[in-house]
């Protein structure tokens, strides 16, 4: 079964997200106010019409998920440099990682029982790569270093409950929420290496462009595992 209205929201929201990064690099930042708290939104409907109601456990958490990245979206929008501002952005994303966690635990065994148990190798290069990323931003980060540190640990779990999907969902489901969990990581690295180690060229358009990548492969990768369950359901 496919996802229903694929290609109009994808399509909306590629637009929405493009014209966000536009207005954002050329400084037309009332364009921005007005169209980035949307990108969040679009994403939520689609998920909503593709879902049965009343919503599931596992949907109300997607839905949180997406509400919470909404949120951060409008707090880093707002005086990205204000500190305060920053920190209630960093509390939204790492909200809205935890709902992420929360639905990856429903579609796997626990994790002591899942993929990574039997191969944990796998944690290495993730354990790896926080703690390096930790590294580097470590002497600028000041009175913010506990809590960016929690927020890598957090991400970096996010992604690893994303790994554990592997073998209890279908590969595409699961190649679209992992996948887009790395290019999370990714883009909140950028934010975070571009803040506090050293700017980054065309940064906003790099760290807009994968997050908006990231979301978008996540909620569709989580609408292919519901739509196959629905037609094994009806077969």
């Known amino acids: 079964m ?8 994808s399509v909306l929201y590629a637009f ?7 207005a954002n690099t ?3 930042h009332s364009a921005e106010y007005v169209l980035k708290p949307l990108m969040m939104p679009i994403l939520a409907l689609w998920y909503g019409l ?23 979206d409008i707090f880093l929008m707002i005086l990205p440099g204000t500190d305060g501002l920053f920190i ?20 796997a065994p626990r994790f002591s029982a899942g993929v990574i148990a039997q191969n944990k190798f796998l944690l290495l290069p993730f354990a790896a790569y926080g703690l ?18 929690v927020y890598a640990a957090i991400i970096i779990a996010m992604a690893l409950f994303a790994l554990n999907r592997w073998g ?17 990581i990714a883009s ?42 629905a037609t094994a359901e009806r077969g």
């Open 2 to 9: 496919q996802v229903k209205q694929f290609t109009s929201f």
């Open 16 to 22: 929405v997200c493009a014209t966000v990064i536009a």
């Open 26 to 28: 050329a400084g037309y």
């Open 50 to 72: 593709n879902t049965p109601k009343p919503f599931s456990t596992l949907n109300m958490l997607m839905l949180g998920a997406l509400f919470f990245s909404c949120c951060g």
């Open 88 to 107: 209630a952005g960093l509390v939204s994303f790492l909200l809205a990682h935890l709902f992420y966690i929360s639905a990856y635990k429903l579609q």
């Open 132 to 149: 390096l990323l930790v590294y580097f931003l470590l002497p600028g980060l000041g009175g913010l270093a506990a809590p960016v540190a």
């Open 168 to 184: 209890w969902v279908n590969r595409r489901s699961f190649t679209a929420v992992f996948v887009g969990a790395l290019i999370f």
């Open 188 to 229: 909140d690295s950028m934010i975070a290496l571009n803040k506090f180690y050293q700017p980054i060229y065309l940064a906003r358009v790099w760290i807009l462009s994968t997050y908006c990548l990231a979301q978008w492969l996540i909620v569709w990768g989580m609408l292919l595992h519901q739509n196959n369950n």
